[in-house]
């Protein structure tokens, strides 16, 4: 896996909205090895959530009421990651570049060109399964499972997803 460079990435969401970022995660590779992974709570315009997606992923008003903002995390990311990476890798890659997208209208927010991978899309072509979803992709393919629902984790798990399917392609 020699060359593959690549930030897996994964939203959580407060509302329905897809501007409601609470949570960000990232996995960075390089040369086709972990080299990092990361996840920052994010306060959502307003700190408001619903209760769907507090059942969801567990996280609350009171854990993001002190967390910085989506520009101030964003920022972080790209002055640290995306200078050196034009990939994003996400499962359902549609869902979390319309949150970075709605987000970035949200906050008047300028966005580098990026290229977008899907775990989810590759996985319909090359392997036979009923269901696609993150957890039970891993789960078949042998690949560790953290906390479904956080950022962090499901960044993590995407970018192993992703690696194996480029093993596999």
Known sequence: MDGQN??????????GK?????EIGICVVRN?????????????????????????????????????????VWE?????????????????ATFDRSCLEHSA?????HLPELQWQCTLKIARQ???????TLGYLCEQLGIPEGT?????DDAEMCARLYLREMENF
């Open 18 to 22: 897809r501007a409601s970022i609470c």
């Open 32 to 72: 086709g090895e972990i080299s990092e992974t990361r996840s920052w709570l994010v306060q959502p315009e307003d700190n408001l959530y619903s209760y769907w997606n507090m059942q969801c992923h567990g996280i609350t008003p009171e854990d993001t009421e002190n967390s910085p903002s989506f520009p101030e």
């Open 105 to 109: 209208q949200l906050y008047n927010l």
């Open 6 to 15: 690549f930030i897996a990435i994964d939203f959580e969401t407060a509302t």
């Open 148 to 152: 479904h629902h956080r950022a962090g």
């Open 76 to 92: 972080e990311i790209e002055r640290l990651f995306l200078d050196d990476f034009d990939t994003l890798v996400a499962h359902n």
């Open 126 to 132: 090359i392997y036979n399964f009923g269901c696609n």
